[in-house]
């Protein structure tokens, strides 16, 4: 509106001013006036401006603080209904009889002694595990040149010494005394025994359904015994292995250790396997430990 009027003034005194002689100086002080006056408009327009956008922006500050205030009132209502749940499964807890609280405590309890448990065990079966690899190394190390007739196994928890029926009974299939070409194998392993009190011995004895009968000799099985007992007789008598650490057993043809198909296959059942492994009674004694305490408990 300023500038309208200012346009107007002007306007209505052109008229004046080109119809008679108008001084240099007024001229000039009207020429400043209208000057000012656009300055102050635009000054007005640029105030309006701002204001009108400091307004929207408090509109926006407005809306966001609502919609903040109203997602506060509801974790507010759900964090009250949250306490009041907990106050009444406090309240219920508490309630718990006598039984029910000692149910719980032996709960805890055998919780703990299933734990104990399982960390005895895991230990008797590492001291198993590390004694199995020493002996695999030493026995590697006394009788692991011969070939082809000795085969040195870990397997299953188990270690285990193959001899073939060549190296201890000269090929004889019949046959169940000891060849003196074997000594020098049954020795080294007799010491190693001997270095390793606490092993075990199964001497299991393989044979194949060839036997003709003897006067001696009934059959597979009484061939197959009769070669773990010669096994067993000599670790005892000629290196002093303890009787009490030795087993002698015999499978006859039955148990193969491979198919007897093939001359290959026919040989690998005519080996003598010597089992090696460590007492296992304190695993024993853990096991019957547990099934006593679940006899006990109804488990």
């Known amino acids: 509106m300023r500038r309208v009027s200012t346009y107007l003034v002007v306007l209505f005194a052109a008229p004046t001013l080109f119809g008679s002689c108008v001084t240099t100086g007024t001229y000039r002080a009207m020429e400043a006036q209208a000057k000012n006056n656009d300055s102050l408009y635009n000054q007005t327009m640029r105030t309006l401006k701002t204001t009108q956008d400091a307004n929207a922006t408090l509109t926006r500050q407005k ?18 209904e949250n306490n009041a749940l907990l106050r009444k499964q406090l309240t219920e807890l508490s309630a718990l009889s006598s039984s029910q609280a000692e149910s719980i ?21 590492s001291h198993r595990d590390s004694a199995n690899f020493a002996i695999l190394v030493e026995l590697k190390a006394a009788i692991g040149g011969f070939g082809e007739d000795v085969a040195i196994k870990l397997d299953k928890g188990v270690v285990s010494v193959e001899l073939s029926e060549k190296l201890l009974f000269d090929s004889d299939s019949n046959r169940y005394t000891i060849d003196d070409k074997a000594k020098a194998v049954i020795g080294r392993l007799a010491r190693v025994l001997n270095d390793q009190p606490d092993v075990e011995i199964t001497v299991l004895a393989h044979t194949e359904s060839v036997v003709h009968p003897q006067e001696v000799l009934v059959d597979d099985w009484d061939l197959s015994v009769k070669r773990a007992t010669s096994v067993v007789r000599m670790l005892q008598t000629d290196y002093s292995v303890s009787p009490l650490r030795m087993t002698a057993a015999g499978r006859s043809e039955y148990a193969g250790m491979a198919p007897a198909d093939t001359p290959e296959g026919r040989a690998a059942n005519r080996r003598t396997r010597i089992i090696i492994q460590p007492q296992l009674e304190p695993l024993i004694r853990l096991l019957e430990r547990k099934s006593d305490a679940d006899t006990a408990t109804g488990n």
């Open 63 to 80: 809306t966001e603080i609502q919609t903040q205030m109203t997602n506060l009132n509801g974790l507010l209502t759900a964090t009250q």
């Open 105 to 125: 405590k032996r709960s805890l309890e055998n919780i703990g002694s299933k734990d104990i448990y399982i960390q005895q065990l895991r230990a008797a079966i």
